[in-house]
Nanobody
């Protein structure tokens, strides 16, 4: 199974930017799709952005469209999330996830599409 390590989280004022990174190792060859999820205390984990690693096709939650950009560097086995125009409601623990090709999913922003998870990196946006 793939191992994922997130970095780049921190505290920022509303309107600011952060870039998260996810370094992947292990069975990266079967990371058919990768995504960023976030979870605030007391709330369910939600999909933020996803990318199909082969095609580069991306998906975004409506709440972050136009503000966040997911990208990948396959040569470095690294996933990125560029977050601009941050809002206090973006405050959460952000997790990187990887899903294999055999795991069927109708929506790449659902947790069921992934079986590898990072430890999370905290993003805090103050007003």
């Amino acid at each position: 199974q793939v191992q994922l390590v997130e970095s780049g989280g921190g505290s920022v004022q509303a309107g600011g930017s952060l870039r998260l990174s996810c370094a992947a190792s292990g069975w990266t060859y079967d990371s058919h799709r990768m995504a960023w999820f976030r979870q605030a205390p007391g709330k369910e984990r939600e999909g933020v952005a996803a990318i199909y690693t082969g095609s580069g096709t991306t998906y975004y939650a409506d709440s972050v469209k136009g503000r966040f950009t997911i990208s990948q560097d396959n040569a470095k086995n690294t996933l990125y999330l560029q977050m601009n125009s941050l809002k206090p409601e973006d405050t959460a623990m952000y997790y990187c996830a990887a899903g294999p090709s055999w795991l069927w999913a109708t929506d790449p922003l659902l947790t069921h599409a992934y079986n590898g998870w990072g430890q999370g990196t905290q993003v805090t946006v103050s007003s």
